[in-house]
């Protein structure tokens, strides 16, 4: 057999017709082979190297097709189809990839026999909505503030993945951090950003059950004058700052003429004099620390530290609205417009700690924060990375559920069932949609096919028995238990899916199966060398701004 990547090499040329979509339907499906055997419990791990050298252990579907680098368009459209994926709901990355390879290799039948592909599209889009009917049919409610039904929900959801040998705590970890940053916007919206309010600190060393969800955030970085300032400090007023503590640099090339000595004693007091107003209309406020994102001077540090309060500077744009968020404060641009109401008074404690090999500031035990960080520890920064993108899909499943509680059953339950509908409503269908809509149903039974291929069990015995079990479209709940491929019952199993992430991978899947069918015609855009030269034609210099500030100055 032809390995993917031989596939894609010999598919990259100037195609059209027909050719140009058999040539897409080979890419796509060597990269959905490519991670085929990464679904499920009993998946295999792929070991990658990225491009500095450093090793990828994972079975993240998303994770993997990352890090590879495919020539072939087609290839790279497939791959923008896990990243859609995981940015929109956070997980099915794998199952996407493998459901939109299947849809193209049933087509490929029908290609062959001369069908149009747009005749092939219109029944595909008519079984996606036949098919989210299905989904809308089996779902089952549930009430997202018992966490017990929480936490089973997502173990079932990361089942797949490589902590859930780690029991609860992966999950724990993800319910904890999502209810913190839970925002309730009334009318039954809720708002959960996971990106910018949910951070992830990473510290190899110690045990994996070291990691915790911390109320409040933490940050790499020690207090500006470890001596002189402390290190801990209960319930601190915190000022949060987007202005530098230190004396203004010209914006450009700045000339001063100074004729006398005194002139220069005047110039460096004035600088003293501007910090030391600054320092003040802060002191004003009585803070106990001043954190800041630009720069702070050894001046203002002196001033800051002789009245007793912490400061820390440089600090990241996002980790300042962390901040801002967990204890109550406001960002200021300048310290002359200060307010009472801006002062941050919702933390319970400030603290500076050793972890590790370095330094880290905490503000924690705030009484209502709205950010958080996750302190993960772990053996080494291989099963850190590898936990983080484990917590990340966690978050995102527990915010879909929050935002969408309700569930539909795993291990290929849901898919053989939608299987089964679309084919018995095939048999009402007139004309010559019928063969591709039916087509889109066989399609939908590679998922389940795939887990039993990955369970290591008989595929076609399996397969039949469950055909048997969902051919009157009764008992949607039979599926495949992905860890010993037992044809079981999900809800006494326990293995459930979220309803949003099921529902995105059928419309991502399909969508893009049809875009891909679309195409008649792959040109390449990319220019030819010169004749004659080793070298690309060079464009011509468009002159900039910076060019023309290094011009000399011609005299008069």
């Known amino acids: 057999m032809q390995s993917p990547v031989l596939v894609l090499k010999d598919s990259l040329k100037r195609e059209s017709g027909s050719k140009a979509q058999h040539a897409n339907i080979h890419a796509a499906k060597a990269v959905a082979d490519v991670i085929r055997t990464t679904l499920g419990p009993r998946s295999m791990l792929k070991m990658l190297l990225d491009a500095s050298g450093g090793i990828v252990v994972t079975n993240d579907g998303n994770a993997i097709l990352r890090e590879i680098d495919l020539a072939h368009p087609a290839a790279k459209s497939m791959i923008e189809l896990s990243r859609t994926q995981d940015e929109e709901v956070g997980d099915g990355t794998t199952s996407v990839i493998i459901l939109a390879g ?29 098919a989210i009917a299905v989904l809308d049919k089996i779902a089952m409610p549930i009430d997202a503030k018992d966490r017990g039904t929480m936490l089973g929900i997502v173990k079932s959801c990361i089942g797949t993945k490589f902590t859930s040998q780690f029991g609860d705590l992966i999950a724990d970890l993800a319910i904890d951090a999502t209810t913190t940053v839970d925002i309730d916007l009334g009318l039954g919206l809720r708002d959960i950003d996971i990106k910018n309010y949910i951070k992830i600190e990473k510290v190899p ?221 095939s048999l009402s ?27 290591g069990v008989n595929v076609i015995r399996t397969m039949t028995a469950l055909q048997g079990k969902h051919a009157n479209g009764e008992n949607a709940w039979i599926g495949i238990n992905g860890n010993t491929g037992d044809i079981t019952d999900m809800k006494e199993c326990k293995i459930w899916d979220a309803y949003s992430v099921k529902a995105q991978t059928f419309k991502t899947a399909i969508e893009a199966a049809c875009m891909l069918l679309r195409i008649d015609d792959v040109v390449s855009g990319i220019k030819r060398r010169a004749p004659g030269t080793g070298k690309a034609p060079s464009k011509p210099k468009i002159e900039t701004e910076a060019d023309a500030d290094s011009e000399l100055i011609l005299p008069d």
């Open 429 to 455: 269908i007139q004309g010559i949609e019928k063969w591709p809509y039916e087509a889109a149903a066989i399609a939908f039974e590679a998922i389940p096919r795939t887990l039993a291929q990955n369970c």
């Open 102 to 130: 299947e849809m193209l290799h049933v087509a490929e039948a029908l290609i062959d026999k001369s069908y149009h592909p747009t005749v092939i599209c219109r029944a595909y889009n008519k079984a996606l909505e036949d």
């Open 205 to 425: 060393g110690g045990q994996l059950e070291d990691s915790r969800v911390l109320k409040g955030v933490m940050i790499n970085k020690d207090v500006v004058a470890p001596g002189k300032m402390k290190r801990k400090i209960v319930n601190p007023r915190v000022i949060l700052l987007d202005c530098p503590l230190e004396y203004k640099k010209g914006e450009n090339q700045t000339n001063a003429e100074l004729l006398k000595e005194e002139d220069w004693r005047l110039l460096l007091r004035m600088e003293e004099e501007y910090i030391e107003e600054l320092c003040m209309q802060i002191l004003r406020f009585k803070p106990d620390l001043v954190i800041t994102e630009k720069g702070l001077s050894d001046l203002a540090c002196h001033f800051l530290s002789k009245h007793g309060v912490s400061a820390i500077r440089r600090l990241r744009k996002t980790d300042n609205n962390r901040i801002a968020k967990a204890c109550g404060a406001v960002i200021v641009n300048r310290p002359d417009e200060l307010q009472e109401s801006d002062v941050g008074t919702g933390a319970g404690l400030f603290e500076v700690k050793k972890i590790g090999d370095e330094f880290f500031s905490s503000i924690v035990e705030c009484r209502d924060p709205k950010a958080c960080t996750v302190l993960l520890r772990g053996a080494s920064k291989d099963l850190l990375n590898e936990v983080e993108r484990n917590l990340q899909d966690a978050m995102s499943v527990a915010r879909n559920i929050i935002k969408n509680p309700k569930l539909v059953p795993g291990g290929g339950a849901t898919e053989l069932t939608v299987s089964a509908t679309l084919k018995q409503k």
